[in-house]
Nanobody
Framework: VQPVESGGGLVQAGGSLRLSCTAP????????MGWYRQAPGKQRDLVAS????????TYVDSVKGRFTISRDNRKNTLYLQMNSLKPEDTAVYYC????????WGQGTQVTVSS
């Protein structure tokens, strides 16, 4: 079963979006989860991660202070609040475990215009 990502869209620079990802039950609740993104012609990179209990988060430097990852284990849902968006944030965003151990979903497109 694949995760299902949603919440992407077209937004102007400086705007905000909130992404959601619903993933399979037990796989979701016991794993550190991450948001990944892939821009055209580039590899798929980890953007942010959160431990199974939500107590620890990590971010790549380029999104620190702008993005916030969170999770609701009761709903098997992962979130990414993205503020102060920049054109370089344009990509397809995916969720997966930190080890990329589940099938990739379709992702959700985020496009930031300048």
């Amino acid at each position: 079963v694949q995760p299902v990502e949603s919440g992407g869209g077209l937004v102007q620079a400086g705007g905000s979006l909130r992404l959601s990802c619903t993933a399979p039950g037990r796989t979701f609740t016991i794993n550190t989860m991450g948001w990944y993104r892939q821009a055209p012609g580039k590899q798929r990179d980890l953007v942010a991660s959160i431990t199974s209990g939500g107590g620890m988060t990590t971010y790549v430097d380029s999104v620190k202070g702008r993005f916030t990852i969170s999770r609701d284990n009761r709903k098997n849902t992962l979130y990414l609040q993205m503020n102060s968006l920049k054109p370089e944030d344009t990509a397809v965003y995916y969720c997966n475990t930190l080890l990329r151990s589940i099938s990739w979903g379709q992702g959700t497109q985020v496009t930031v215009s300048s």
